[in-house]
């Protein structure tokens, strides 16, 4: 039993490390802006995520996600979530068409 709850533990320890991990290192600047930003999941691991993408013509596209679920497969989605949206943010810049492509792959694969 003490074998399965340190196993437990250690795979919450490396969602937390890969769900952190995810989150922006430094936030943008702008003038006239501050941004500030809190993270605080609801349990160990949850499926929270923000994001900011900078566009090439200094445009700032944010992205805020949550996963209704608050476990490990709560995470793991969100960070096939997360790569998904960065990757269809370099094809189009248009948030519609984004969360479009995004929400039909995920869509395929997900219960």
């Known amino acids: 039993m003490q074998a399965k709850r340190e196993t437990l533990e250690q795979e919450m320890q490396t969602a937390r490390l890969i769900q952190y991990s995810l989150l922006p290192k430094e936030?943008?600047?702008f003038p006239g802006w501050r941004l500030a930003t809190y993270y605080h999941p609801a349990r160990e691991v949850g499926g929270d995520l923000y994001d900011f993408l900078i566009f090439p013509d200094g445009r700032l596209?944010?992205?805020i996600g949550d996963v209704p679920e608050k476990?490990?497969?709560a995470a793991?989605?969100?960070a096939t979530t997360h790569g998904m949206l960065r990757a269809a943010a370099l094809a189009s810049d248009a948030p519609g068409e984004v969360l479009a492509r995004v929400n039909k792959l995920l869509y395929v694969d997900m219960p």
Request: glycine residues 8%.
């Open 76 to 78: 793991l989605v969100m």
């Open 71 to 73: 476990a490990v497969a």
């Open 27 to 29: 936030l943008p600047s």
């Open 61 to 63: 596209g944010l992205v």
